[in-house]
């Protein structure tokens, strides 16, 4: 089911008629964000979730995070090809002084082995990518990630990975409090709950930034004039 159409039609009226969800726009020096793209939030090969969750990591959102990476992978050589930044806020191995109320709401994400914090091969960084490691939801918070945007003079951040409530949520939040224009690619984010990643995308289109499909962000990306785009 679309995403658009889990939620119900008294409900967008509702939000339309108090105001929300106009459009924010695209500018025209974006950065592409890919969030936690790492094998603990997809598992080490693609098997429905509750599989991947006992057979891999607790944390695997499963076949739903193959999907987005195959997405999100078709998108990235566009992107490079375009010259613009590639960020990847990703989870920091977790240590024993990380576990704050982390470890006390989610203890699961404690006991990741090495493996899972590694990036997912076919999106993995690239020499000349820009790594934020994080120990929270948001690539904005307790991170250096807007002091490099602004160096970069990003004034629109395109967010993939997960998950869609979580991370992602918390980021575009985070991008909209920063004043910068913020997309969520719908097919490039993704969760381990089909209700919890419909309703995310129906509040950050009503309050945060514009969800956007992955072909209007590949003809947004081919349209962009980026000073460091190839020659």
């Keep these: 089911m679309d995403w658009r159409s889990a ?48 057979r891999h990591y607790r944390t695997s959102c499963g076949e739903a995070g193959w999907r987005a990476v195959e997405q999100i992978a078709r998108l990235l050589p566009v992107v490079r090809e375009a010259g613009i930044p590639v960020v990847y806020p990703y989870v920091a191995t977790k240590e024993t002084i990380d ?52 160096d970069l003079k990003v004034d629109t951040v395109l967010l993939t990975g997960c998950t869609t409530s979580g991370c992602v949520r918390a980021s ?24 919890s990643h419909n309703v995310n995308l129906f509040d950050i289109q009503s309050k945060y930034g514009d969800v956007i499909s992955a072909s209007d962000a590949v003809a947004y990306v081919r349209s962009i004039e980026w000073p460091g785009r190839a020659a």
């Design 7 to 54: 939620i119900p039609a008294e409900e967008w009226d509702l939000y339309r008629a108090a105001g929300f969800g106009n459009s924010v726009g695209l500018g025209r020096s974006p950065a592409l964000l890919i969030i936690d793209v790492q094998y603990r939030t997809i598992g080490d090969e693609p098997l429905p979730i509750a599989e991947s969750v006992a």
């Design 99 to 150: 576990a704050g109320r982390t470890g006390q709401k989610i203890p699961s994400l404690l006991e990741v082995p090495d493996r899972g914090y590694e990036f997912v091969r076919d999106v993995a960084p690239e020499p000349g990518d820009l790594l934020i490691p994080k120990r929270h939801p948001s690539a904005f918070f307790g991170t250096a990630l807007v002091s490099y945007l602004i």
């Design 172 to 195: 575009a939040s985070d991008a909209f409090a920063y004043n910068f224009n913020c997309a969520v690619i719908e097919e490039c984010v993704y969760d381990r709950s089909p209700t």
